[in-house]
């Protein structure tokens, strides 16, 4: 990853959630030094690039648009919406032909758009689920999932290739992938710098809100409810700029997003973190040294329920169904 010089680089993140487009600013950094970058971002992810890349080219790229729901599960209503994506992966590969000759691009990295290779420029995916785990139709998602990763030339994994130190358990095992496959370590758009100095706790729970409605508001609403009773000081980043109307109470502070620094200093502030499991969630809290950990799975997305599990078999976290939040003290 480090080795790539001199070439027009073309990176769209899959903007479910923020963590897809989290994961990728670190890779930018790393490769703006020395290459021209234009992002591809969608309405719902712009936000995140213009804070910290303001000076980078983007363009507008089709958002798969995915609806979730209040009580089916997510694997069922993506299976509905097959059809949806797989127009939408059509659109991403008409347009990557058009950006490739209005712009020269060399390269092109994806991170979960199955749509961006091209057999004319070299293109890498980036993902760490090789070895998708659904209910019933593991088999059926894993071909359909190779049969568009060997689009590609190469695969990048973020996350340690020894099987002892892996963060995604047996998500990014699979021995069928026919393309080369790069483990290049966890990746976070925070700067884990002045670990080892004393940090002061100020808040004593961080309540960190992502991913897709209605599930979002769903915790939002579910957590303020388990800490109505509660003396804590606690921090909430709700991860939308929805309308919020907060409980009557003083020990709670909220932000609608925080990036960067201020995400950064909030989650060293707090004493322990209550989120999502979602696989960028963790590499952010891992790389951070933090390890009191409350994960919230969403409900019927297999990933994030497989990823509680293993996390709280592995790293000690505490996890909770969403139905079954306790009342904090």
Not at 39 to 51: A, E, L, Q, W
Not at 111 to 131: A, C, Y
Not at 271 to 288: F, Q
Request: net charge positive; with cysteine.
């Amino acid at each position: 990853m480090h080795a790539i010089n001199n070439k027009i680089i073309f990176i769209a993140p899959l903007d479910w959630g923020m963590g897809h487009s989290s994961r990728c600013i670190s890779i930018i950094r790393g490769l703006k030094k020395q290459n021209t970058i234009i992002i591809g971002v969608t309405i719902k992810n712009i936000k995140i690039f213009d804070s910290y890349f303001p000076e980078l080219k983007k363009v507008y790229v089709p958002s798969y648009s995915i609806n979730y729901s209040k009580k089916t599960p997510i694997w069922l209503k993506l299976i509905f919406q097959l059809p949806k994506i797989y127009f939408k992966i059509l659109e991403e590969k008409k347009q990557l032909r058009e950006l490739i000759k209005l712009y020269t691009i060399d390269l092109v990295i994806s991170d979960n758009r199955f749509g961006l290779s091209n057999k004319k420029i070299e293109s890498v995916f980036i993902t760490h689920q090789l070895n998708i785990q659904a209910p019933f139709f593991s088999k059926l998602a894993n071909i359909i999932n190779r049969k568009y990763l060997h689009q590609f030339n190469q695969v990048w994994v973020p996350d340690y290739e020894k099987l002892d130190k892996r963060l995604s358990g047996k998500l990014s095992e699979s021995s069928l992938i026919n393309i080369p496959t790069k483990f290049i370590g966890p990746q976070t758009a925070l700067i884990p710098s002045n670990l080892e100095e004393k940090i002061k706790i100020e808040y004593d729970y961080l309540i960190l809100l992502s991913g897709e409605e209605p599930q979002r508001t769903l915790l939002e609403k579910l957590l303020i409810k388990s800490f109505t009773k509660s003396n804590k000081n606690i921090v909430l980043v709700r991860g939308s700029d929805s309308k919020f109307e907060i409980i009557n109470s003083s020990k709670i502070t909220y932000f609608d997003f925080a990036f960067g620094n201020e995400l950064q200093n909030l989650i060293l502030k707090s004493d322990t973190i209550i989120c999502r499991s979602g696989y960028s969630t963790l590499m952010d809290l891992y790389l951070l040294k933090k390890n009191k950990i409350i994960l919230v799975p969403t409900p019927g997305q297999t990933e994030q329920i497989y990823l509680a599990t293993y996390w709280q078999r592995n790293f000690g976290a505490k996890t909770y169904h969403q139905n079954k939040i306790p009342l904090f003290d």
